[in-house]
DNA sequence: GCCAACGTTGGC
DNA sequence: GCCAACGTTGGC
């Protein structure tokens, strides 16, 4: 099982549209490293909905459920995506300022490469994030 | 292969 | 709106 964080502009798209959908494929990654971590990832793995550019919080948890496949938005097939399923809201929304605060955070990905829109969390920043935004191990569980 | 110019992301 | 941090492109 591995850890996640995905990042969307909540005008782009949004955790209250994820709701809605609840399966949702992850589409228009252009970018290496993200397009790795998109490979990497396995049905049944965990990942955090973050509101980048407005909100810059933590919103949501998704589950994959469809490993990658070619993106059909990419006319040239060269891009891939995965299919994302709602699995909960996080009751506490985690700020990107409130990260910045606490020191055992300060390694993750979401600082050191902030440009980054798929990114590796590991189990321990993953508990200590579900910690602060008071996700119970039921929500997830389910 | 180097590097300048340019484009994009995302925080502030 | 600005800027830092990257990524990409194209001339040489």
Redesign the pocket.
Known sequence: MNYWLV???PDAYSWQEQLKNNIEPWTGI????AKKNLQSMKAGDLAFF?????G?EIVGIVRIVKEFYPDPTDPDHKWCCVDVQTVCTVPVPVT??QI?TIPELQEIS?I??????VMSITPEHWQLLCQLGQVSSQDIDK
């Open positions: 990042k969307s502009e252009r970018n290496h490293q973050y509101h980048s550019n407005v810059k990107l300022k910045k979401l050191k490469q902030s440009r980054l829109s």
